[in-house]
């Protein structure tokens, strides 16, 4: 029996979107419209101005996709209806514990407090009216609020794997949207030729032979998305700035500390940005630099980009600066000597996450399952994914090492820079 349909959504990606009434009754919640005023994209928008979409698109986008895959596997496999509405609710708040400026914030979170977004949306499922509205409907909130997050031992992995596997619909979601939002052309792919080709293998989300390419396709746009935008050399300035303006004024706006639920969902990307402009520093020199920074920020006076180089992590000393971020706090201070600056006006910038998506384990992606069929004989096979010609070369970390700092002292941190990484970068 199906759902009585409670509203539509018109979506610029997906065509209109059909939400029945316990669907709408958690996105007409305060604390999920909420994320109507946190960005997908963090600051991208300074640099793509068209990057305005928030996490509340994306959501109910990823809701939609979820409902196709699941209904899709339906027919193959033993999902129940239950299931799959629990798989559709579960994608729908399944970023709901973003706090502002989404990824860039979390940044902080997991630097100064060991706190996730995936720990929050668990205590928002678990603590908050979220708990009350899915126990209305029938839903347990301690299932869904592990399968939100993509690791329930209570449900079948593959349940997991559409919310958190390298063939989630999270993923098949923010590709096409962050590209139409920023107007770039790398996003683009067959996400229904994709959910068209799911199967279930050994418990685990599969993808059929035929639409291998289709997969392809999809790493591949996600590291092509990872260079144009998501580490695009002025996105990250924006963002480096915003992190660093947030890590100073932490102890004062006590930002890490997520003990009281309520305050932490009260900020939002310009509540956020508006405690750090207005700061009152009371002499704090670490104050003073926290609203100086939020104010260039806001204002688009943004840091420079002095050394860009992209390295093979064979070299040992490369590999350190990736991994140790105390290798990269030494780096900048040995800059800021040579070249005679404060520390705090060098930023040193390496990405931290994989170009392949992570499992739904939370593990980089290693292999994929692939079923085909002949003259009616079922098989299936486990590839590794270097194994793939295409994605073999760009598995792992986008090995860039970037150095930015503030206008006024960009010729000197430049020079200085190409004393300790080498003449390799980018000139002023």
Known sequence: MELKVAAEIRDPIHGYIYVNEDEKEIIDSPIFQRLRRIRQLSGAHITYPGAQHSRFEHLIGSMYLAGLASNRLASKTEISREQIKEVKIAALIHDIGHGPFSHLFEEVLLELGNTSHEDITKRIIIETEIKDTLQKHGYDPSIISELAIGLSSNRPVFMNDFIAGGLSVDTMDY????????????????????????????????????????????????????????????????????????????????????????????????????????????????????????????????????????????????????????????????IAVIAHVDPDNIYVDVPTTPSVPFTSSHKALKTLTIMSKNEGIINHQTLNVDELPLIGAISGYMDIIRVYTTIEHRETVRKATAEILGEEGVKP
């Open 175 to 334: 590709l096409p949207r962050d590209a139409y939002f920023t107007g770039v052309e790398y996003g683009r792919i067959d996400i229904h030729r994709i959910i068209n080709s799911l199967e279930v293998v050994d418990n685990h989300l599969a993808i059929d032979q035929a639409a291998l390419y289709a997969f392809e396709a999809l790493l591949i746009a996600r590291y092509e998305m990872f260079r144009a935008v998501y580490f695009h050399r002025t996105v990250r300035a924006a963002e480096i700035m915003l992190i660093r303006a947030i890590k100073l004024a932490d102890e004062a706006l006590n930002f890490t500390n997520v003990n009281d639920l309520s305050r932490y969902l009260s900020l939002t990307d310009e509540v956020t940005l508006h405690l750090l402009t207005t700061l009152n520093p009371e002499g704090r020199n670490e104050l003073k630099r926290a609203k100086a920074i939020s104010l260039d920020y806001r204002d688009r006076r943004l840091i420079k980009c002095v050394f860009e180089k992209f390295v093979q992590r064979k070299d040992t000393f490369i590999d350190k600066i990736f991994r140790q971020k105390k290798i990269r706090e030494q780096i900048a201070e040995e």
